[in-house]
């Protein structure tokens, strides 16, 4: 009986012990999406497959150029120790060619590989840029599609600029190199054996500032007159700083460079006008801030000066230009801000019209262009006056820093102005005065802290005399710059 | 016979309980992208969140993910920079201009503050026929709370269906107007020292607005052609609750299809099924429903979301007050009908009933 038992309990453990045969599941690998495909940038993504742990001691992708993946490029991911998905990118592709890719992974010593997809680089291409005009130095946005990010240069004519940022392929920001001489220049972005020419051509900001001469004896002198006219540039009247009246004048010719005194006749005076052909007005201080007004009124002949008939009002600061040769007088202190006053040459008679539509002063400047007075206001308002008309159109804005207290400058070249120069500020704009487009020049150089003493035009070049302000101390002569808009 | 006792007496206290420690996972704040992107008018806006992080109970607050760089790029390689709304913080816009293509892949990428980057797979655009018409059916719902039963009006999309693709629809609802009524002549104002009897002052104006509002729909609309290739099919396609205000006169809504791709449809069907689970047992057990929204650097992290790209046809109708077979019961505003958020006198000047 225990003998049939223990037969019994034998053959029952032989029941318990059946082979299993182990069946493994395949291993797979699939390549999945393609999730990135640029210019010369792929990014792709595959999946180990098994439900079993698993080493694969090498994955990543294969790419080639013709299906056969004959001398294929090869991106490798290294060493994976679980299923699942893994991602490759890699640059460096030909821009608009055909390439095979195709996952894969080495598992116990054997190659899997995934199935193989198609996929053609993109073409480059530039849609826009800006801004269209800038410094050197700036930074600049090329707008576009498949800008590689090794292998993309961007040139300025011949200067090639630093590429700072390429953002997703599809914006450039590029700091714009130092001119050449040019002030436009073609924009060429080069990928590879590709050039990319731009139709809008970008253009430097330009205007150069030269340092000419310096107001002789080494003295500032404020509330002067200047003018201009074919003796030369005469600035004068006034008063030296912190000091007596200044009572004559100096003359600069441009072309020998040189300071000739010159002698005035009359009494010297603070605040009065002065036009290629007149000067009056004005007066002395006798109080703070209360003036004696000047009533002579003269004529002016070259560097002479001839005396008129008084002025039959006080002109203290007013506004003064030449327009189809009358003298306009805009303007003016006690009282005479929104007056307009017009002398006719011919008959000696003075006449008024409508009063101005804002106050002006000395503080603003005054221009001529065509058959309009343009104004600059003290507050950056751009207003043009049309004397046939005697009517007032508020134009533009200045977009520049107004700096504190107005006593800005401008000049009309051509159908230019170049106005700027508030006190405080070194900026200086263009105003194309038929379109109305405006474009930030080259600051000025020079002591920061100072004000227009006077200026003038002379053979497409601006020319502007400055003074420190009168409470800055020092041995600072006033300095006369020569502005060319366009050079760099 | 007590010595056996004692024994056992003695075993007794000598039971040990061990105290169970578990290692909970301390959870992560997840990058959520929600999207959509489609061949209808712009702009279309993007949404990155961060989950709240969960453990017994829900930590924190779902935050925007904020200071991003969001682009969409088609498989041209042209990109769209999307801008960050100043108030809807973590919400992603197009420019209004921008449509979807048909025929084109897009893909969303974001670079987040923290230098992080992020990609979806590429979502195709397919054709998306038009609705035929729509069909009104008034729906009651069993209400937990009242033996007066909710009620609202379901849409009825009849589309036809075309035979040559696999087609997934999903539909939303579009913006809303509907002449909302009040009753001025009631109000009465709060309490105040000048007034602490809550006199009433009936206002002259004004019992008449239209008032504009986005109605989401509480489910997901979503189907697969898989049973009527290539028919023409009646699908219900949005449900708009009668809240006592929108049926009362007349009510405006664009009802949107969108074609969207395959794996958007798989999505979408998941998170239905999961917010649908009533508890039972042949409920689907809870699980994370992976999106197309991959970590550059971290293929592993779990990205939630989906960003779709698709076809989107439009219909526009108007329901009267008589096209509905039951309604709630008329609920009143006893003041001007301007005071509600969204309303106005002026009626858009596209109203055509």
Same mark, same amino acid.
């Given at each position: 009986m225990r003998k049939l038992l223990s037969v019994f309990i034998f053959y029952l453990l032989l029941v318990f012990c059946a082979c299993t045969e182990e069946n493994e599941t395949p291993i797979l690998v699939a390549t999945e999406d393609l999730l990135f495909v640029g210019g010369d940038k792929i990014r792709i993504s595959g999946r180990l497959l098994t439900n079993r742990e698993v080493l694969a001691t090498d994955h990543g992708f294969l790419f080639s150029t013709e299906s056969s993946f004959s001398s294929p490029i090869t991106l490798s991911l290294g060493e994976k120790k679980n299923p699942g998905r893994f991602i490759g990118e890699s640059k460096g592709f030909k821009v608009g060619q055909t390439y095979f890719a195709k996952a894969y992974a080495e598992v116990q010593g054997q190659r899997i590989e995934g199935d193989v997809v198609q996929l053609q680089t993109l073409i480059p291409a530039v849609e826009t840029f800006f801004p269209t005009y800038a410094l050197q130095g700036a930074e600049l946005t090329i707008q576009g599609r498949n800008?590689?990010?090794?292998g993309t240069r961007v040139f300025f004519g011949n200067q090639e600029a630093q590429i700072i940022q390429n953002l997703f392929e599809s914006r450039l920001i590029v700091r714009v190199p130092a001119p050449a001489g040019q002030i436009i220049v073609p924009l060429r972005i080069v990928i590879q054996d590709k050039e990319i020419i731009l139709s809008t051509r970008f253009e430097y900001q330009s205007g150069k500032f030269t340092k000419i001469a310096e107001f002789p004896e080494s003295i500032r002198i404020y509330d002067n007159l200047s003018f201009y006219n074919s003796a030369g540039f005469h600035v004068g009247l006034g008063r030296i700083r912190l000091g007596n009246p200044y009572p004559g004048f100096q003359r600069f010719e441009p072309t020998s460079r040189t300071w000739t005194k010159i002698d005035f006749p009359g009494e010297p005076r603070r605040f009065g006008f002065a036009t290629s052909n007149f000067l009056g007005g004005g007066g002395t201080e006798?109080?703070?801030?209360i003036y004696s007004p000047d009533l002579s009124f003269w004529k002016i002949n070259g560097s002479d000066f001839e005396r008129l008939p008084d002025l039959p009002f006080q002109s203290i600061e007013p506004l003064a230009v030449e327009w189809n040769s009358n003298l306009f007088l805009f303007g003016g202190r006690a009282g005479d801000s929104f007056k307009v006053r017009i002398f006719n040459p011919a008959t000696q008679v003075w006449s008024e019209r409508k009063p101005a539509p804002f106050a002006i002063e000395g503080n603003s400047a005054i221009s001529v262009f065509e058959n309009k007075i343009i104004f600059l206001s003290n507050t950056g308002d751009v207003w043009e006056y049309l004397p046939t008309l005697d009517s007032w159109n508020l134009k533009t804005s200045y977009p520049g820093n107004k700096g504190q207290l107005g006593f800005p400058m401008i000049q009309i070249l051509g159908k230019k102005a170049y106005m700027g120069l508030f006190r405080r500020t070194q900026e200086i704009w263009e105003l194309d005065l038929e379109t109305g487009v405006w474009k930030a020049k080259n600051p000025i150089i020079g002591f920061p802290q100072s004000i227009n003493a006077g200026s003038f035009q002379l053979d497409g070049a601006i020319y502007i005399l400055r003074t420190a302000e009168e409470s800055v101390f020092g041995n600072l002569p006033m300095e006369l710059y020569k502005f060319d808009p366009d050079a760099i | 016979m007590l010595r056996r006792l004692i024994y056992i007496f003695f075993f007794l206290p000598l039971s040990c309980i061990d105290p169970y420690q578990v290692d909970v996972p301390e959870g992560e704040q997840l990058l959520t992208v929600e999207g959509i992107i489609s061949t209808g008018p712009g702009p279309h806006s993007i949404t990155l969140t961060r989950s709240a992080t969960y453990g017994s109970v829900f930590q924190g607050l779902i935050r925007p993910v904020t200071l991003a760089t969001v682009v969409i790029r088609d498989n041209e390689g042209n990109v769209t920079f999307l801008t960050e709304g100043t108030e809807a913080k973590g919400t992603y816009t197009t420019p209004a201009n921008f449509r979807a293509q048909i025929g084109k892949s897009y893909t969303l990428q974001i670079l987040t503050a923290e230098g992080k980057v992020y990609t979806s797979t590429p979502e195709k655009v397919e054709s998306v026929p038009e609705i035929q018409s729509v069909e009104i059916r008034t729906v009651t719902l069993p209400n937990k709370n009242s033996d007066f039963p909710r009620s609202g009006v379901q849409l009825i999309a009849e589309v036809r269906d075309p035979a040559d693709q696999n087609n997934f629809y999903y539909w939303r609802n579009g913006p809303a107007v509907y002449i909302l009524e009040t009753r001025p002549d009631l109000f009465t104002p709060r309490p105040t020292e000048a007034n602490p009897n809550r006199t009433p002052q009936p206002k002259a104006c004004c019992i008449q607005c239209f008032r504009y509002e986005i109605s989401y729909n509480q489910s997901l609309f979503v189907v697969n052609d #898989?049973?009527?290739?290539?028919l023409t099919t009646r699908i219900p396609a949005s449900f708009i609750e009668d809240d006592g205000f929108r049926f009362v006169n007349k009510f405006r809504i664009d009802l949107k299809q969108y074609s969207i791709s395959q794996g958007a449809y798989r999505f979408l069907r998941l998170v239905k099924q999961q917010a649908e689970i009533?508890?039972?047992?042949?409920d689907p057990p809870p699980a994370t429903i992976r999106g197309n929204m991959i970590s550059l650097d971290n293929p592993d992290e779990v990205v939630l979301g989906y960003f779709m790209a698709a076809g989107e046809t439009s219909r526009r109708i108007y329901i009267d007050k008589n096209d509905l077979t039951f309604k709630q019961n008329r609920a009143i505003i006893? #003041?001007?009908?301007?005071?509600?958020?969204?309303?106005?006198?002026d009626a858009p000047a596209d109203w055509n009933p």
């Open positions: 800008f590689p990010e090794g006798i109080d703070r801030e | #898989d049973n009527f290739n290539g009533s508890g039972s047992i042949f006893p #003041d001007d009908c301007r005071v509600v958020p969204g309303a106005s006198v």
